[in-house]
């Protein structure tokens, strides 16, 4: 049974609700997993009679190497879900009770269209009472900001600034490196030191973890640096379980020891990096002692780090980072990864192929946003930029001359605020204001979408076209429809398009041919002439043209074309130029009524929310759980299985005790992103965390949350 590539998919302009859809078979569709994961795995759907009865890792991608998740491979579950809304609903009871009744695809996109013209048609301050919130519930670059993008540029509503996972860390990135650039992950596969560092691979980031893996059985020391003994620190050879958002204070610490030792390479800090004196400076005050207390780890363990590290350098072996961006959801994110991205320079690790650090790939990978998205239809108009770990806050504010206009309209694509930002109180309180009206397009009925006033139906990968990049290797992928849009579902795309029609001919600025490009165009529009799409749609993916070794002669994508220790541009904006340890806004011990941390990484059968509504992947999760150290359960005469409130100021949140070796003292662990509506008391770990933000990027500081923890007695 071949691949299905070529058949009646291509070429041909389509309308993009009425795809070509192989009839006999069983036929090989050729995907690309959509969610917000390094991996992007290259998917192969198997359809037989316009049903996918299986979709499975490709075996010729060799990332994916035929292998996917537990989650991903069972996509049909989700797909061929009784709960997938097939039709446009419309509410029919009051706001957040998640009534709806069913109602034409017509009607729905008259009365949307209808309200989103009467705030736009107020002028262009009005107009930004309008909010486009989406984010990451496909990756794909078709389905998240094309279509959409240019709809939202051309109505003149709110920008939206979209830092809820990544912006700390990715500028801090931007301020080192230059970019989010970084070693091409399968040379870590030849690396002989490898530092995991805020990352549950294992969860997170399976296909690495087979490259860690091949380094390991060839000799590789493996370390892991988190908060929590987590599935991929286990099977570490050594893990360092530092407090949440001390990892500035660990990285400068090893500074401190590369130099006390010497086992720099003055050679390549010389020739390719900016600003060594200055971090020399800043270094030498972060001693192993001072950091130990910081991080509540032993000196030991920070010397010999250092010396794993130094030695490397020593022998002229590869050392790789695995940097993920769970270090970065604290205060102190930006700097944290500041701090570790200068280390693979001071042992001129870049120098090899398997040396260097990785965090993100998805700055080297050339996509046409212009195109894709448009801002030129803005024509000259500004609108405010709202941050979407606020939204809390901004959909309760009123008008003001700072802010603008309140909020009036929000439309969520691909996310599902009420669940994963941070604040739920707020979130929720703002979702039920009775005079927002929302719609949301959705596969299901999320949290998000009960407080809807039309939830639209829309397709899944396995039913619309899409390209993708990775931010965990380097390899653009095409994404082709398998089966049909099941019941009445249709592409993001399409919805935006059809809306665009509906707004035209009252704003004749919609009559544009943008809003009637297809997503097979747009599709090759995304990297215009940087791919060759035609081997695309043959293959299903592409690896982009780049050096095994790219800074390995420095060549860095900064300004100064250097590694930059010290930053001129942060300086500029008031900040800091050099890294350093910023505590968190809720450091542990800084509070004797709130003196756990909590973090909240992902839980390995989800995705964020994504999954939680899958059956036989929250059979395996159980129900919502708070992991915490025997100690600080004996403490609350809590045991295991325990039912408890989890509480500060901002909320609470009911959960099960899980008395676990997982947790060190101090650091409780409220694991994934549950539906709120699937969890115990209707709430879910949010309900903790704040809308403060970082220190760079604006983002989102979901494990800098203090909280305490009781038992319930009845339940
Ligand atoms: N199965 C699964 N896979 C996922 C996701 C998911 O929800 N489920 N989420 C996806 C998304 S959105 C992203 S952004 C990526 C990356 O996802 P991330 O959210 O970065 O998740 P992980 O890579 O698992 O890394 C989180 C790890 O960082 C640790 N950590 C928490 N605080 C700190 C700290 O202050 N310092 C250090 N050193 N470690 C800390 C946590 O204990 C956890 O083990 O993964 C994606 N992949
Ligand atoms: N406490 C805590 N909160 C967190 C995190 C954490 O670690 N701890 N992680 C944070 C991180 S890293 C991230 S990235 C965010 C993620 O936040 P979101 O990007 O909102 O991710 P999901 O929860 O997966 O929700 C995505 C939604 O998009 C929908 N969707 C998927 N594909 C499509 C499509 O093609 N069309 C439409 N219309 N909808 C689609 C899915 O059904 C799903 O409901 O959450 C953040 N929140
Ligand atoms: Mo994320």
Redesign the pocket.
Known sequence: MGHYYATGFTMTPMRDSNFPIPVAGPVNVIGAC?H?CPDTCSLITTVQDGVATKVHGNPEHPHTDGALCAKVSRYTERTYHPERILHPLKRSGPKGSGQFERVSWESALVDIAGRLKTIAARGPEAAQAILPYS????MGLV?SESIAARFFHQLGASLLNRT???TAGGEGLVQTLGGKVGMRVEFFAESKLIIIWGSNSITSNLHFWRYAQVAKRNGAKLICIDPRKSETAEKCHEHIALLPGTDAALALSMVHELIANDWLDHDYIALYTLGWEALRNRAMQWPPERAAEVCGISVEQITALARDYGHCMQRGEPAAIRMN?GLQ?VKGGGNAVRAIACLPALIGAWRHRAGGVLLSSSGLFPVNRQALQRPDLLAGRTPRTINMVTIGDDLLRGASPEFGPAIEAVVV?????V????DSSKVVAGFAREDLFTVV????Q?DTADYADYILP????LE?WDVHLSYGHTDVLLNRPAIAPAGESKP?TQIFRELAAHMAPDDTGFLDPCFTESDERLCRTAYGPAIDFDRLLLQGFATLPMADAPFALGDFPTPSGRCEFFSARLQAQGQDGLPNHVPNHEAAGSSAQYPLAMI???ARNF????FVNVKSLRAIEGEPILEMHAHDALARAIQAGDVVRVFNPRGEYLCRAVVSKRARPGVVHGLG?WWRKLGLAGTN??EL?SQKLTDMGAG?T?YDCLVEVALVRNL
């Open positions: 959509p917000d984010y990451a519930g496909t389905q809820i996972c990544s961006y959801r694509y691909n996310s599902n605020p669940a994963v930002a941070p397009l959705e596969h299901f999320t829309a397709t899944t990968q619309h993001n909240s990484p992902p995705l964020n929310s994504t992103v770990v949010n965390t989102p979901f």
